[in-house]
């Protein structure tokens, strides 16, 4: 699939319609989801891989992955209204993804590829830290996420500790449009890096490279 495709794709998929701030529903930008996606296939290849969505939101990387050849594909999120727009979403797409609600850490069965946009922590401190802990838990061959660039130490000690091994760290382009009730500005440009992390299981399982 071409990127503009794959673009276009993403951005079909809707924002949450009234997002909350505990906790940060803030839909990953179109064309950084298709970053991650496409960094994804260029260290792993998806087709044929088994992928789950942390944090899911609407769906917009579970979708995508789906789109790509990902099979299983799996999406968790806590918020069930933000879960039912995903389903739509996915369905709208011809894509196959099967949707659950509830915290990350109610997800248990392992997959290959872990994706997700966590948390930043601008509402609560650490909230990101259940979504890594989950995903270098699950997560039998890779990590592709998101993170705040202040967060990159904690990130690198944190996939050591787990014995993973970080791939690329690479800036990506985010704005933060206006979300929610108490911001001012139309769009806040957020230092935002894309990791891609080569987890225990991974480095050491069948076919890994």
Not at 85 to 110: C, D, I, L
Not at 131 to 155: E, K, N
Not at 162 to 171: M, T, W
Request: with cysteine; hydrophobic share 50%; proline share 7%.
């Amino acid at each position: 699939m071409r990127r503009s495709d794959l673009v276009r794709l993403l951005e079909k998929v809707p924002p949450f319609a009234d997002a909350r701030a505990d906790l940060e529903q803030v839909a990953t930008p179109a064309e950084a989801a298709a970053t991650l996606l496409q960094l994804a296939e260029r260290w792993d290849g998806l087709a044929g891989r088994s992928v789950l969505d942390l944090g899911c939101g609407t769906g917009r990387l579970a979708i995508g992955a789906a789109a790509l050849g990902a099979a299983p594909v799996l999406g968790i999120d806590v918020d069930p209204s933000a879960v039912e727009v995903a389903r739509t979403a996915a369905s709208v797409a011809e894509v196959k993804v099967a949707f659950e609600v509830g915290p990350v850490a109610s997800a248990r069965t392992p997959v290959e590829i872990v994706v997700m946009n966590p948390p930043f922590g601008a509402q609560r401190r650490h909230a990101d830290r259940p979504f890594w802990d989950t995903a270098f838990g699950l997560a039998r061959r890779s990590v592709y996420a998101f993170s705040l660039a202040a967060s990159r130490t904690f990130i690198a000690r944190r996939a050591v500790a787990r014995g993973a091994q970080v791939l690329e760290v690479e800036p990506v382009r985010w704005v933060l449009g206006r979300t929610f009730p108490h911001h001012r500005r139309h769009g806040v440009a957020l230092e935002v890096d894309l990791w891609a992390i080569r987890t225990a299981g991974g480095k050491h399982g069948p076919g890994a490279p």
